[in-house]
Every structure is written in structure tokens, then in C-alpha cells.
């Protein structure tokens, strides 16, 4: 059973700071790829940012440089700093991890709970 343990989030004013942390319960070694995750209610989940094992990273147009994904593999963490924040970030956060399926090169992704991110004017 894979476990994903979030934490952070929360209410900040716009142009403020946030910090998410995701711990993982396997080893980065079966988890290609971890990142963050948002949704709004009525919309589909998107993608925010994620880091695979080796640090490459990828992040959402909207960022635009804003938020920095890490990842550290000997705690299987990863963090999301999120600056500037605007209203429109607003929505809840979820950590993702992209787990090997057996011995094969396929994965399945897992989800964390989630946490709410407010930003008021």
C-alpha cells in the first residue's frame, strides 16, 4: 500500500508564501516521478510541477517561475514553494507519485489526500 503524506497549504494574502511537503512510503528507487497536483471543484486535476528521481523538473505554464518543486530521495519527500501567490492559485493540492508496476517500466499513479491553498486579496 503506498502512502502519501502531505502537509503545509493552508490561507495566505496574494503575493504571499507557502510551502507543501509530501512524504512518500517507498524508496525513490520504485518512484520515477513525484510532483504536485491542483484541482478546483468542477475542473479536471492538473498538473502544477513535478521532479522525477534524477531532478528533472516540469512545471505549468500558469507558474511562470513561481513555485519551485524538490525533491529529497533519501526521505522520499518533495516539496512545493510556492511564491507570489495569486487568487487564481487558489484550489486543493495533491501530491502525486508515479509508482513501478512489479519489475515492469510501467507505472501507476497514487495520490496523497490533498490540502486546501487559499489566497485572498
Known amino acids: 500500500q503506498v502512502q502519501l503524506v502531505e502537509s503545509g497549504g493552508g490561507w495566505v494574502q496574494a503575493g504571499g508564501s507557502l510551502r507543501l511537503s509530501c512524504a512518500a512510503s517507498l524508496p525513490a528507487s520504485v518512484v520515477p516521478k513525484m510532483g504536485w497536483y491542483r484541482q478546483v471543484p468542477g475542473n479536471q486535476r492538473e498538473l502544477v510541477a513535478t521532479v522525477t528521481s534524477g531532478g528533472r523538473t516540469n512545471y505549468a505554464d500558469s507558474i511562470e517561475d513561481r513555485f519551485t518543486v524538490s525533491r529529497d530521495n533519501r526521505k522520499n519527500t518533495v516539496d512545493l514553494q510556492m511564491t507570489s501567490l495569486k487568487i487564481e492559485d487558489t484550489a486543493v493540492y495533491y501530491c502525486?507519485?508515479?509508482?513501478?508496476?512489479?519489475?515492469?517500466?510501467?507505472?501507476?499513479?497514487?495520490w496523497g489526500q490533498g490540502t486546501q491553498v487559499t489566497v485572498s486579496s
Open positions: 502525486g507519485a508515479d509508482v513501478r508496476d512489479g519489475g515492469t517500466l510501467n507505472t501507476r499513479r497514487y
